[in-house]
C-alpha cells in the first residue's frame, strides 16, 4: 500500500507543476507577464520537480527508490522557494534596502569584469521587485512560494512514512 500511495503522491506533484507551469505561459501570453530573472529560475525548479514526480510516478522504485526521489524533489524545491522568497523579498522591500543589494552585486560582478550581465542583472533585479498581477491580494512570487512548500510537504512525506510504517506494522506483528 505504501509504495501505490507515493506512486500516486509522485503522480500528483507532476501534474501539479504541470498545471502551474502552464497557468505561468498563460498569464505570460494572456496579461504580458514578462518573466524577470528569479522568476525564470521559479519555472525551472518547477519544470524539475514536475520531471521527478512523473519519473517517479512511471519508474515506480523500492522504497529507498522513493526516497531518492523524494529528497531530490525536496532539495529542487527548496531551491525554487529560495527563489520565490528572494523575489517576495525584493517585492516587500523599501528602496532604501534595495540600494545596499544592488551596489553588492555591483561591485562583485565589476570584480569578475561582467559588465554586460552587471547592466542587465541590476535591470533584472529592479524588473524582479515590481508588482505586476495578484490573485486574492497574493502576487506571482507568493503563490509560487506557497506551492513551492506545498510540493517540500508532499515530498517530506516519502522520507518519514517508509520508516514510522514499517516501525507501526513490526509492531503489530509481534503482539
Sequence with gaps: MYLACTRSLFLFVSIA????????????RTFG?????????????????GLLGLSA?????????????????????AFG????????WLQTATHDQLVPIV???????SAL???TWLVRLDSEIVFCAEINWSLCGFTL????????????ALA???LFKGSSGRRYTEGRAKD
Design 81 to 88: 522557494a529560495a527563489a520565490a522568497g528572494s523575489q517576495v
Design 33 to 49: 507577464l514578462d518573466p524577470c530573472l528569479l522568476c525564470m529560475l521559479q519555472r525551472i525548479a518547477m519544470i524539475g520537480c
Design 156 to 158: 517530506c512525506y516519502p
Design 113 to 115: 569584469s561582467l559588465h
Design 57 to 77: 510516478a512511471w519508474h515506480a522504485p523500492g522504497i529507498a527508490g522513493w526516497r531518492r526521489y523524494a529528497t531530490s524533489v525536496l532539495l529542487i524545491a
Design 141 to 152: 512570487p507568493e503563490w509560487s512560494l506557497l506551492a513551492f512548500t506545498g510540493i517540500m
Design 17 to 28: 507543476c504541470a498545471l502551474i507551469i502552464g497557468a505561468t505561459f498563460y498569464l505570460q
Design 103 to 109: 551596489a553588492r552585486l555591483e561591485t562583485v560582478l
